[in-house]
RNA sequence: GGGCCGCUAGCUCAGUCGGUAGAGCAUCGCCCUUUUAAGGCGUGGGUCCCGGGUUCGAGUCCCGGGCGGCUCACCA
């Protein structure tokens, strides 16, 4: 338990003893400043030094010391609040003998509450000349280093905390995650949608081909599984009469962890009654135009290089179309499974099971030929039926779902379906599924019995949609891996 | 899970052929009352990720392990 600490925190230790001697609480409560920095910078921006001589009140900043320069009898310090950083000038003379000792006991990291009088200095810095200041929470850890601030990655994802405080590109991306999910829920809501939440724990685990975390509850003595898609609980909101709903929050999927995964992750879902995919296709082009103009002010991002036009519409291919026309596949494979399957065995794809039907083959060549090339926003649209266990058949083809996703950079980002609401369909589907989860298919769909009992209560025509958030938002921040948008990734455990 | 790479002071990083553990910033002390990576002089600070092995001697070579990154496979 006793670590041995460095000589670093020894020194701070010692001053926090120090002030507790003197009977200062190094920890006081409240402390409420007038101003933050940015009232203070946008306010006096136009104004030079002699116009600040005019402005006699008193201004009170709070903040944490991120900047510290010392002079003898003055020093110039920066502090940063939650809306920017701030100069303030402690002079010797300006704040007497006893305050001057108190600040030779400060630290960067520590927080301050300091006011004072505005002026500017010689270089024209807007800055707080400081008449009396106040400790109002001590810090014993040392920050890192200014300029090169925290690279070590490690470090970086176990304690963001010293992330945010070291690189201030950071907050700027979880600013503008917060803003993204902000300019959903708005745009959303102004199409009458309604904000839902349902459960994290299954009974049993459904809405997507994933492989569940199984966690279990002991007084009803039953496993449970955290959810892996909210799918089939909205859609009951649906059968329920709330015809518009949508969720945004967090999945779960017990696989693999890399640069587009994280074990939970944030998916918004969202139904409508009465449309369908295609009209979901014109919704997500308008929404993904609204959302980038309102966290970017423009409608094209430059993502790890390369520019991403995010304005409608976009392109739109069945998969069948990007094969040929963006895998450069033999148009032969489509209709021929031996040709698709040996077409497939050479690009080295290992088939999940032996009883694969020519939609999953070609769906598993599409995912291997062509979607690493759909960099600018494109719909794959005309998905086989066997691989969409939850969406409806299209009138044209039994074969084929009425079903898109949407890629961007080489990446699925969306995936929306025309829902199927006939309760004997899906329930063939489920069985199917089961039957697949039983020869070892661990990521195939179980039997919900109480869904098709939904659907037997009616389905009205329904249209609905994934998202993932964190995918979006690494676009939209230009984010080269999931962690860099995830506030705590999943890493293994320490020691 | 496989492959490749990384782990050295609080932080960012050097460390040659195996021969006393280094720098910058930060800390601490002194000088300095308008700095913008301030400046000057001085000072302390190490489980070299962990455990074995080889060797007179290991941060360095070998073996095993840990954690992380990238990548392949799986997935969104």
């Given amino acids: 338990m006793s670590e041995e600490e460095n000589q670093y925190i020894q020194q701070r230790r010692a001053k926090l003893a120090e002030y507790r001697a003197l009977g200062i609480n190094p920890f006081p409560r409240g402390m409420k400043p007038t101003h933050t920095a940015r009232d203070i910078l946008t306010t006096y921006e136009s104004h030079d030094g002699d116009a600040l001589t005019k402005v006699t009140q008193n201004f009170s900043v709070a903040g944490r010391i991120v900047f510290h320069r010392a002079f003898g009898k003055a020093a110039f310090l920066k502090l940063r609040d939650r809306s920017g950083e701030i100069q303030i000038y402690i002079q010797h003379q300006a704040v007497g003998d006893e305050l001057f000792k108190f600040y030779k006991m400060l630290d960067v990291g520590d927080f301050l509450l300091a006011e004072g009088t505005l002026f500017r200095t010689k270089t024209g810095e807007l800055s707080l000349h400081v008449t009396g200041f106040r400790l109002t929470s001590k810090a014993l850890q040392l920050l890192p280093e200014k300029w090169h601030g925290l690279a070590d990655v490690e ?4 304690q963001r905390y010293v992330d945010l405080i070291a690189n201030p590109k950071v907050k700027e991306i979880f600013r503008a995650r917060s803003q993204t999910v902000q300019a959903i829920r708005d745009f959303l809501i102004a ?7 349902t459960p994290m724990m299954h009974p049993i685990p459904g809405g997507a081909a994933a492989k569940p ?15 892996i898609a909210p799918e089939l609980y909205l859609k009951r909101l649906v059968v329920g009469g709330l015809e518009r709903v949508f969720e945004i929050n967090r999945n779960f999927r017990n696989e693999g962890i890399s640069i587009q995964h994280n074990p939970e992750f944030t998916m918004l879902e969202f139904y409508q009654a009465y449309g369908t995919h295609e009209e979901l296709m014109e919704l997500t082009e308008q929404m993904f135009a609204d959302v980038a103009t309102k966290v970017l002010g423009k409608t094209t991002v430059t993502y790890q290089g390369t520019e991403i036009n995010l304005a409608p519409p976009y392109r739109k291919l069945t998969m069948k179309e990007a094969l040929v026309e963006v895998g ?5 494979i489509l209709t021929d499974k031996k040709k698709a399957v040996a077409y497939a065995a050479k690009l080295g794809d290992t088939l999940k099971t032996k009883n694969e039907g020519l939609g999953a083959i070609l769906t598993e060549i599409f995912e291997l030929t062509c979607e690493k090339k759909l960099m600018q926003p494109t719909f794959i649209h ?3 039926v066997e691989v969409s266990p939850l969406a ?23 995936n929306a379906f025309t829902e199927l609401n006939d309760p004997e369909d899906q329930a063939a589907r489920f069985h199917a599924q089961a039957e697949a989860l039983f020869k070892g298919d661990d990521e195939a769909m179980h039997y919900d019995d109480d869904y098709v009992t939904a659907l037997e209560y009616g389905l009205p025509p329904t249209a609905g949609e994934g998202i ?21 990734p999943q890493l293994r455990k320490k020691e």
């Fill in 155 to 158: 470090q970086r994802y176990r």
């Fill in 191 to 197: 199409r009458d949608f309604l904000e839902v939440e």
């Fill in 468 to 488: 993932g958030i964190d995918r979006l938002v690494m676009l939209l921040t230009d984010a080269p891996s999931i962690r860099d948008v995830i506030l705590f």
């Fill in 328 to 332: 450069g596949c033999d148009p032969a």
């Fill in 382 to 384: 005309g998905y086989p």
């Fill in 213 to 227: 975390f199984i966690t279990h509850h002991n007084k009803l003595d039953m496993d449970l599984y955290l959810r």
């Fill in 392 to 414: 409806r058949r299209s009138d044209t083809d039994p074969e084929i779902a009425d079903r898109f996703e949407l890629y961007i950079y080489g990446r699925e980002i969306a």
